[in-house]
């Protein structure tokens, strides 16, 4: 088993381990498929965002993925560099879970984001997920709040 960083030429795994990921947590069938405009916005996303996606791979076979996206704020007294970064889609396919690959994935992750100066990395974690998170070092916190910029906006001031 060995954990790679994904590059652009592997696109194609990236894309499939991505939807296999979502059809398992959706609970959708093996031949459930996705929105074109979905693929390729996710596409796009692999190959231009300032992210860093995670392979594993059992021979030639990719077994788990796990992405980071990187985000950069305005520089507080907290977070000096204004860099953050937030977790996505770390999964192992079943018959591979609890052999350390996840945790494998995330270390390699969590260096990435400290060599490049992130000061903070968020993600939303399932309840089957916490432990392996709590191991690394995350914390639970309460969501703070939440805009969504859907039809008219209201506000009084």
């Known amino acids: 088993m060995k954990i790679i960083k994904a590059m652009k030429n592997d696109i194609q795994t990236l894309m499939s381990i991505r939807m296999e990921m979502l059809r ?8 459930s ?16 965002a300032d992210q860093t996606t995670v392979l594993a791979l059992d021979g030639e076979e990719a077994v788990g993925c796990a992405t ?12 000096p560099t204004g860099k953050r970064a937030h977790v996505m889609n ?9 052999q350390g690959i996840a945790l494998e994935m995330m270390k390699f992750l969590i260096d990435e984001a400290k060599d490049r100066g992130v000061t903070e990395i968020s ?3 399932t309840k089957a ?12 916190n309460a969501e703070g709040m939440v805009l969504e910029m859907k ?6 001031i």
Do not use: Q
């Open 33 to 48: 498929t996705f929105d074109e405009n979905f693929k390729h916005s996710t596409r796009e996303y692999f190959e231009n």
């Open 68 to 79: 980071i996206c990187y985000i950069d704020i305005l520089p507080t007294f907290d977070h």
């Open 129 to 140: 997920g916490r432990p392996l998170y709590e191991r690394c070092g995350f914390e639970s």
């Open 151 to 156: 039809g008219k906006l209201r506000y009084s």
């Open 123 to 125: 993600l939303d974690a």
């Open 90 to 98: 770390v999964y192992t396919r079943k018959e591979y879970r609890r």
């Open 24 to 31: 398992v947590v959706n609970d959708l069938s093996d031949d």
